[in-house]
């Protein structure tokens, strides 16, 4: 039953979605040949928009879809340690989104994810551009922590994110932020971010008397030349989180096998989380790298932390693209299409990797984890690529694995 209902709140979410993007269209067709100020226009960019000729009223709607692939190999050891695990196959992400502006200072986002088999609450979020202080937004969205966590997982460089940014960061959750950018420039220097929270499940929910998150980002570009083919980006992030119980764990960087360290359940008062990160961009090559450290206020401090350290490099000659604004990495554009009649290539990506994860600090000890991971993105076009990645995933004084994926991935 409880499936049924689910289906139907997808298929409603759907209809609802195409419904609207049909009115839309005939609303854009019906203009006059002289729009008026607050006719809509309808037009492609990465994905369907549509806008007033003044900008005051802005909609989109869009999408993604990652079909992932995973074989995994693992010693005895490490299989008797935490169990057998099994190659598949999975839609990572599945996702519908609306969001736009109102009157030229609300905004708004409403995303759902489809994979897994119920409708999960990403995004649900309005707020105010125009205020006081930069800009404020409340509703269920992601905290401001880390760099590749706020890098949109259309734009991140491997299939999954690193060890340390699974175990520890926040990702999403209820409440309110102000955020803003600033030493004026254009693009901005400097981005900052400062919320209140509180914890929520995959539909937004949650309960704790006096339980909340204080959570705040800070990031710099000291240096930003030829629309980010050269740049340096540093920020920190650092979050106190209230209340517990508490648990870190995480997956060896694939999202189809089990977690190879976790904590387990552990009685804690409050968490502090303190993140740096930085990332370097010379043309085609990039590096990236992330260090977070946690403490967990139990009867004796337990401390854990993490860290990882990236390259890539375009073989065609593009650069990662950087979002100013978001303190965050974006779109890639190919320099040419892929197209096998017009000769068009698309932009080619290897990539490199290591991560190391300590859980072992805590009453019940968690594990070390280690990963090295190569990886091959190919982009066909800004909204579609395919990924594959090698990882050799290593528990400390337990055992090694060998996983091989695959993604195809589109969006809009």
């Known amino acids: 039953m409880e499936r049924q209902i689910n289906m139907l709140g997808k298929l409603s979410f759907t209809a609802i979605v195409f419904v609207m993007i049909v009115s839309l269209n005939a609303w854009a067709e019906a203009a006059s040949p002289t729009p008026a100020p607050t006719d809509f226009r309808a037009f492609w960019k990465d994905g369907l928009r549509y806008e007033t000729e003044d900008k005051n009223f802005t909609l989109k709607f869009g999408g993604r879809i990652m079909n992932d692939w995973a074989w995994m190999s693992e010693d005895a050891a490490l299989r008797a340690d935490v169990g057998n695990q099994e190659d598949g196959t999975e839609f990572r992400r599945a996702r519908l989104y609306t969001s736009g502006q109102i009157y030229g200072n609300v905004e708004y986002k409403l995303q759902f994810d489809f994979a897994g088999g119920d409708a999960d609450l990403k995004d649900a979020y309005l707020g105010l551009k125009d205020f006081p202080v930069g800009s404020i937004r409340a509703g269920h969205f992601k905290e401001p922590f880390g760099l590749e966590e706020l890098t949109s997982s259309k734009y991140i460089t491997f299939l999954e994110r690193a060890l340390p940014m699974e175990a520890f960061a926040p990702s999403r959750n209820t409440g309110v932020m102000l955020y803003g950018s600033a030493l004026a420039a ?54 106190h989180r209230s209340g517990g119980p508490r648990r870190f764990r995480s997956r060896p960087e694939a999202h189809l096998f089990d977690r190879f360290v976790d904590t387990g359940t552990f009685a804690s008062t409050s968490a502090d989380l303190v993140g ?20 967990a206020e139990v009867a004796s401090q337990a401390n854990f932390d993490g860290y990882y350290i990236q390259a890539s490099y375009f073989l065609t000659g593009e650069h990662r693209k950087y979002k100013p604004s978001a303190g965050a990495f974006d779109r890639v554009k190919p320099k040419e299409n892929f197209g096998f009649s017009k000769g068009g290539r698309g932009a080619w990506e290897i990539a490199a990797r290591y991560s190391a994860l300590d859980l072992n600090d805590s009453p019940t000890p968690g594990g070390k984890l280690s990963n090295i991971t190569a990886g091959l993105n190919w982009h066909l076009n800004p909204n579609m690529r395919m990924m594959w990645n090698y990882v050799h995933a290593d528990k400390d004084a337990v055992g090694n694995a060998d996983i091989l994926m695959m993604r195809l991935q589109i969006d809009f």
Do not use: C, K
């Open 276 to 295: 740096l990160e930085a990332a370097w961009v010379a043309g085609p090559l990039s590096i990236q790298g992330e260090y977070v450290f946690a403490n």
């Open 186 to 239: 254009s693009p901005p220097r400097m981005t900052w971010a400062a919320g209140v929270f509180r914890d929520t499940d995959d539909y937004g929910e949650g309960q704790a008397d006096g339980a909340y998150n204080f959570t705040g980002r800070l990031t710099f570009l000291p240096r930003n030349e030829n629309d980010g083919a050269s740049l340096v980006h540093v920020g920190a992030s650092y979050s």
